[in-house]
């Protein structure tokens, strides 16, 4: 497989024409403080960085999701059908931990394939999970490893079945996976056209919505699995994320299994690519997943991704720098894994121009045309939902779906700001995202958020005391105390959305979130017309 630096070649150049012409503005303010004293230099210093770092990665998101929409495209699959060479033996590996799901194994049981098995890597520990497992087991005759000490997360679980099965591929299956009946057979299509292939990631969508909170959000899987692996297949660096994943056994091997960190698969993905082998988008084979439950467990997830990103900078900054990928490959690592952890940078850009420097009364003035960019990169990661949905949803919908939005991820500040620093200066834990979640009175609500929110309050009386204003903090703030209303948003849950209304003996999987709403409405409609028809005697 060829890659090419094209993209980053791009990012570099709209960034560098950005930046250029606000050096001197930056030197010179960075001048003034330093002529004032070491220490207000210092501090504008650490701001200047900051502001580089923020347009190159902003520049990123425009760049990439330009690049998909305009240049790269979705196009028709250029991988052909394997012509014969047998059926070689896969294994179907279905993690899981206290979140089992049946109906999800089920579906994708269903293989249009002969040589395979499934196996279910159990590491439940409630007595109620363990039992249900062993049913779905004996009813369906579906092999059950489980351990004892549990030790390493899920790369352990994966390992202490992997190192000595016999198997020629493996598929990883998360709890609430479903991936279609032509799965295997088309990612070993894959196998066959690329020959440095070790994995085959396909791709996936949002769908089973059963409440409002995952009806609103489950959109922005669909346009982010498309847009941002596709670019990455070919112009950066394309990791395993997780689950829906196809892996031969000599990669496995070549690059040592999987490491015992929360970030498993995007650390095996680097140990498999210094191997010699490469991760291969299948953008054709849709898999179907479910976006978290519940703004709790949304958090949760979050909070999982931040710690296992953080505990990757601690552990593998020197090996990117040490390792046989390409210089874009390693800045594309760079730029989207160091992200979410760098919210602790942030952190300190706040501090520095709300509390510190005006609390030493010296202020800071930069351009007012600094500002158009800035502002531009702050909404750069919703332009790639509004290219892809613009003309597949109603515009209204669209503007509402960007707003809460807004408010989703802008309240994750305070939960990237605690969980990086505990990684940071403690472990990380591997938290296993909750598949249910019962019903929150708003008392429960402001319960579960008081963190959130109080850190808001703190943060917008702070700026108001300083700075006289509240708006250089809005966008955490406003966020943060909205956050109470999303704890609720998945208490209403509404026939639309029920998953019962989607047998799988009867509705074909949906491959979208749209298209799941699509049948489901449709569904409806043959419903109410029936109850309008007169009973038949």
Same mark, same amino acid.
């Given at each position: 497989?060829?890659?090419?630096?094209?993209?980053?070649?791009?990012?570099?150049?709209?960034?560098?024409?950005?930046?250029?012409?606000?050096?001197?503005?930056?030197? $010179?303010?960075?001048?003034?403080?330093?002529?004032?004293?070491?220490?207000?230099?210092?501090?504008?210093?650490?701001?200047?960085?900051?502001?580089?770092?923020? !347009?190159?990665?902003?520049?990123?998101?425009?760049?990439?999701?330009?690049?998909?929409?305009? @240049?790269?495209?979705?196009?028709?699959?250029?991988?052909?059908?394997?012509?014969?060479?047998? /059926?070689?033996?896969?294994?179907?590996?279905?993690?899981?931990?206290?979140?089992?799901?049946?109906?999800?194994?089920?579906?994708?049981?269903?293989?249009?394939?002969?040589?395979?098995?499934?196996?279910?890597?159990?590491?439940?520990?409630?007595?109620?999970?363990?039992? /249900?497992?062993?049913?779905?087991?004996?009813?369906?005759?579906?092999?059950?490893?489980? %351990?004892?000490?549990?030790?390493?997360?899920?790369?352990?679980?994966?390992?202490?079945?992997? %190192?000595?099965?016999?198997?020629?591929?493996?598929?990883?299956?998360?709890?609430?996976?479903?991936?279609?009946?032509?799965?295997?057979?088309?990612?070993?299509?894959?196998?066959?056209?690329?020959?440095?292939?070790?994995?085959?990631?396909?791709?996936?969508?949002?769908?089973?919505?059963?409440?409002?909170?995952?009806?609103?959000?489950?959109? #922005?899987?669909?346009?982010?699995?498309?847009?941002?692996?596709?670019?990455?297949?070919?112009?950066?660096?394309?990791?395993?994320?997780?689950? #829906?994943?196809?892996?031969?056994?000599?990669?496995?091997?070549?690059?040592?299994?999987?490491?015992?960190?929360?970030?498993?698969?995007?650390?095996?993905?680097?140990? +498999?690519?210094?191997?010699?082998?490469?991760?291969?988008?299948?953008?054709?084979?849709?898999?179907?997943?479910?976006?978290?439950?519940?703004? $709790?467990?949304?958090?949760? %997830?979050?909070?999982? !991704?931040?710690?296992?990103?953080?505990?990757?900078?601690?552990?593998?900054?020197?090996?990117?720098?040490?390792?046989?990928?390409?210089?874009?490959?390693?800045?594309?690592?760079?730029?989207?894994?160091?992200?979410?952890?760098?919210?602790?940078?942030?952190?300190?850009?706040?501090?520095? $121009? @709300?509390?510190?420097?005006?609390?030493?009364?010296?202020?800071?003035?930069?351009?007012?045309?600094?500002?158009?960019?800035?502002?531009?990169?702050?909404?750069?990661?919703?332009?790639?939902?509004?290219?892809?949905?613009? %003309?597949?949803?109603?515009?209204?919908?669209?503007?509402?779906?960007?707003?809460?939005?807004?408010?989703?991820?802008?309240?994750?500040?305070?939960?990237?700001?605690?969980?990086?620093?505990?990684? +940071?200066?403690?472990?990380?834990?591997?938290? @296993?995202?909750?598949?249910?979640?019962?019903?929150?009175?708003?008392?429960?609500?402001?319960?579960?958020?008081?963190?959130?929110?109080?850190?808001?309050?703190?943060?917008?009386?702070?700026?108001?005391?300083?700075?006289?204003?509240?708006?250089?903090?809005?966008?955490?703030? @406003?966020?943060?105390?909205?956050?109470?209303?999303?704890?609720?948003?998945?208490?209403?849950?509404?026939?639309?959305? +029920?998953?019962?209304?989607?047998?799988?003996?009867?509705?074909?999987?949906?491959?979208?979130?749209? /298209?799941?709403?699509?049948?489901?409405?449709?569904?409806?409609?043959?419903? +109410?017309?029936?109850?309008?028809?007169?009973?038949?005697?």
């Amino acid at each position: 497989m060829a890659k090419s630096p094209r993209v980053y070649l791009l990012i570099l150049a709209c960034w560098l024409a950005i930046l250029v012409p606000a050096v001197p503005a930056m030197a $010179h303010v960075v001048s003034a403080a330093a002529g004032a004293a070491w220490y207000l230099g210092a501090l504008t210093t650490a701001s200047a960085l900051f502001i580089t770092y923020f !347009w190159l990665n902003g520049t990123k998101d425009i760049v990439y999701t330009l690049y998909f929409h305009l @240049v790269q495209r979705p196009r028709p699959v250029e991988v052909p059908r394997r012509a014969g060479g047998g /059926e070689p033996r896969v294994v179907l590996v279905y993690c899981t931990c206290d979140d089992f799901s049946g109906e999800s194994l089920l579906r994708s049981m269903a293989q249009r394939y002969g040589n395979y098995e499934v196996v279910i890597l159990d590491d439940s520990k409630k007595p109620e999970s363990l039992a /249900e497992v062993d049913a779905f087991a004996e009813r369906y005759g579906v092999r059950v490893v489980r %351990r004892a000490d549990r030790a390493g997360f899920k790369a352990g679980n994966l390992n202490n079945y992997l %190192r000595t099965a016999e198997y020629d591929y493996f598929v990883i299956l998360d709890s609430d996976e479903i991936v279609p009946a032509d799965y295997i057979s088309r990612s070993l299509d894959y196998f066959a056209h690329y020959g440095n292939a070790g994995i085959v990631q396909a791709n996936h969508s949002a769908t089973r919505n059963r409440n409002d909170f995952m009806r609103t959000f489950a959109i #922005g899987v669909d346009s982010h699995w498309i847009a941002y692996q596709s670019v990455k297949d070919r112009h950066g660096f394309l990791s395993l994320l997780g689950h #829906g994943a196809m892996v031969s056994r000599e990669c496995y091997h070549a690059a040592g299994g999987f490491p015992s960190v929360v970030a498993e698969d995007l650390c095996f993905s680097i140990a +498999a690519r210094d191997a010699g082998y490469y991760t291969v988008f299948a953008p054709d084979i849709r898999c179907e997943e479910e976006f978290p439950v519940s703004y $709790h467990a949304f958090k949760k %997830r979050h909070s999982k !991704w931040t710690q296992g990103n953080m505990e990757f900078i601690k552990r593998y900054s020197g090996t990117i720098l040490s390792s046989r990928m390409t210089w874009y490959e390693k800045l594309d690592i760079v730029l989207f894994t160091y992200s979410l952890p760098l919210t602790a940078l942030f952190s300190l850009y706040v501090a520095i $121009h @709300v509390i510190a420097l005006p609390a030493l009364g010296y202020t800071v003035t930069y351009p007012v045309w600094m500002l158009v960019p800035t502002i531009a990169f702050l909404l750069a990661p919703l332009l790639n939902d509004v290219l892809f949905h613009f %003309r597949r949803m109603p515009k209204i919908a669209l503007l509402s779906y960007l707003l809460h939005s807004v408010v989703l991820y802008g309240s994750m500040f305070f939960v990237s700001l605690r969980s990086s620093v505990t990684s +940071a200066f403690g472990g990380s834990v591997f938290l @296993v995202t909750p598949k249910s979640s019962g019903r929150v009175t708003l008392r429960e609500a402001f319960g579960a958020t008081r963190a959130e929110i109080a850190f808001g309050i703190a943060l917008a009386g702070v700026s108001l005391l300083l700075t006289h204003s509240v708006l250089p903090v809005a966008l955490i703030v @406003v966020p943060a105390l909205l956050c109470v209303f999303l704890a609720r948003k998945h208490n209403t849950v509404s026939p639309r959305t +029920a998953r019962a209304e989607l047998p799988a003996a009867v509705v074909a999987p949906a491959r979208s979130a749209a /298209e799941e709403r699509a049948q489901l409405a449709e569904l409806a409609r043959e419903r +109410a017309s029936q109850e309008r028809s007169p009973a038949v005697a």
